[in-house]
């Protein structure tokens, strides 16, 4: 199984020319393959220097779905072998110095210059754990203390709404009358279901209209959004499950770090006339 997982990786740098061999017609019932090319490493020869085998090792370890074990050194040989050999071939026939490669040679070093950049910004930037904390604490007070399961009914104009709470006063059946006439498309079929929710996961006027309305009683008067007219039924409510500081904190981080790169990114264009 290991050995398969390491030949997948070889071939995965071998499918984009495989794709464009693909797509080139055969000139004939007759059309013979291509030879083998000319550059050759007799078996053991080793055509990289010993810093890309240390790299390519480190990252294929780092991504913890290998383990560092003989089979998976020599398919690191192999296909840093391969690598070597092919772009021989490709000066061979002068594909580097075409002006679109030269382009993306140098967009692919800028990228791993950038990347490089922006990994020590952020270890040189930590994001304070007060901020963190702080962050979580405005969270938590924009969730409260409560969720609601509730269901609604979206219709497009004010005196539909009125219409089907007149029905629901009759004594209709508040998911006949969202499957029969609700325009929301995600919760229609199911009732007008929204499982449950917090309020600041709504816009405003739904989120305190379910805040209003007592458990098992529907809205007494339409309510409107930029989406339309709602009439929302809340079924049940209970005390808001909110996770702890901990387990939310390495998405925290992640959040409050592109917060910070992006404004760097705005001062860096800003400062620079860009």
Known sequence: MKRMIAAGAALALLLPATAVLAQQPAKGKDATPPKAAAAT???GKTLYPQSQFDLLLKERLAQGQAQDTPELRNAIREELNTRELLAREARKQ??????DMKTQMDLAGQTVLVRAYVADWIQKN???????????????????????????????????????????QKGAKFE???????????????????????????????????TKTSKGKFTPQPV??????????????RAAKVPSFD????????????????????????????
């Open 41 to 43: 490493a007799p078996a």
């Open 94 to 99: 002068g594909l580097d110095k075409t002006a």
């Open 126 to 168: 930590p994001v304070p754990e007060s901020e963190l904390k702080g962050e979580y604490d405005k969270i938590k007070s924009q969730i409260g203390d409560k969720e609601y399961k509730v269901r609604h009914i979206l219709l497009e104009k004010e005196d539909e709404a009125k219409d089907v709470i007149a029905e629901l």
């Open 176 to 210: 006949d009358l969202a499957k029969a006439r609700s325009k929301d498309p995600g919760s229609k079929d199911k009732g007008g279901d929204l499982d449950w929710n917090a309020p600041a996961s709504f816009v405003k006027p739904f989120g305190d209209a379910m």
């Open 224 to 237: 409107q959004t930029q989406f339309g007219w709602h009439v929302i039924l809340v079924e049940d409510e």
């Open 247 to 274: 387990e939310v904190k390495p998405q925290l981080q992640q959040r409050l770090q592109a917060q910070w790169l992006d404004k760097y990114f705005k001062d860096l264009r800003a400062k620079n006339g860009v």
